[in-house]
T-cell receptor
Framework: TQLLEQSPQFLSIQEGENLTVYCNSSSVFSSLQWYRQEPGEGPVLLVTVVTGGEVKKLKRLTFQFGDARKDSSLHITAAQPGDTGLYLCAGELDNTDKLIFGTGTRLQVFP | ETGVTQSPTHLIKTRGQQVTLRCSSQSGHNTVSWYQQALGQGPQFIFQYYREEENGRGNFPPRFSGLQFPNYSSELNVNALELDDSALYLC??????????????FGEGSRLTVL
C-alpha cells in the first residue's frame, strides 16, 4: 500500500491550459515537499510546505498544504511545454526525518 | 548541478550477481538516503545513513545493505540480484538537523538492469 497517492497518474494537456495535481494520504506529515523530475535526472525540489493550510506560489505554480497536513495540491496556471515532467510529492512523517515519495504524476504539455 | 555524484551511471548484471553503487554527497551534508525508482513511478525509500549509522529503513530485504564513510559518501550493496531489482537507484544527500529533514539533493542516479 502506497502511503502517498497522487492523482492523476498521467496528464496530457495543451499549452495554456490549467491543471491541478493532488497528493493524498491518511497519515499526517510534519512537512511536505514537491519535486519535479526530468528524464535522466534526479528529482529537483520545487517547494516545501510546513503549516496546515499554507499556500505558496512559485511563478505559475501554486502549492497548498491541507489543513490537517494529510494532503496537498499543486496547481499550474497556463501550462507551458517546459512544465513537462514527473511531479512528485514527498512527505516527512512526524519525527522520522525521512521523506516518503508519492506515486508521481507524469505531465505532458503540448505546444 | 546538485554536487551529488553517483557511479556508475548505467550497469548490466545477471540474476544472482552482486552490485555496489556509490554516492558522493554534497559538501557540508551529513545524511545520505537511497531510493529505488521503477520506471514511471515515484522513488521508494530503501534506507538512510546519518553519521555512518543506518537511520531508518524502508520495506526492502536484508540483501540490500549500505555503508556511509567518514567523509559522508555512501555505498549501496545488493546481493543475489533479482530481475525486479532493475530500476534507477537514486542517492540524495541532506543536512539533517533535529526535527527537520531539509531539502534532499539528488544525484542523477545509477540505472541497473538485471538480466
Amino acid at each position: 500500500t502506497q502511503l502517498l497517492e497522487q492523482s492523476p497518474q498521467f496528464l496530457s494537456i495543451q499549452e495554456g491550459e490549467n491543471l491541478t495535481v493532488y497528493c493524498n494520504s491518511s497519515s499526517v506529515f510534519s512537512s511536505l515537499q514537491w519535486y519535479r523530475q526530468e528524464p535522466g535526472e534526479g528529482p529537483v525540489l520545487l517547494v516545501t510546505v510546513v503549516t496546515g493550510g499554507e499556500v505558496k506560489k512559485l511563478k505559475r505554480l501554486t502549492f497548498q498544504f491541507g489543513d490537517a497536513r494529510k494532503d496537498s495540491s499543486l496547481h499550474i496556471t497556463a501550462a507551458q511545454p517546459g512544465d513537462t515532467g514527473l511531479y512528485l510529492c514527498a512527505g516527512e512523517l512526524d519525527n522520522t526525518d525521512k521523506l516518503i515519495f508519492g506515486t508521481g504524476t507524469r505531465l505532458q504539455v503540448f505546444p | 548541478e546538485t554536487g551529488v555524484t553517483q557511479s556508475p551511471t548505467h550497469l548490466i548484471k545477471t540474476r544472482g550477481q552482486q552490485v555496489t553503487l556509490r554516492c558522493s554527497s554534497q559538501s557540508g551534508h551529513n545524511t545520505v538516503s537511497w531510493y529505488q525508482q521503477a520506471l514511471g513511478q515515484g522513488p521508494q525509500f530503501i534506507f538512510q545513513y546519518y553519521r555512518e549509522e543506518e537511520n531508518g529503513r524502508g520495506n526492502f530485504p536484508p540483501r540490500f545493505s549500505g555503508l556511509q564513510f567518514p567523509n559522508y559518501s555512501s555505498e549501496l550493496n545488493v546481493n543475489a540480484l533479482e530481475l525486479d531489482d532493475s530500476a534507477l537507484y537514486l542517492c540524495a544527500s541532506s543536512l539533517l538537523r533535529q526535527g527537520y529533514t531539509g531539502e534532499l539533493f539528488f544525484g542523477e542516479g545509477s540505472r541497473l538492469t538485471v538480466l
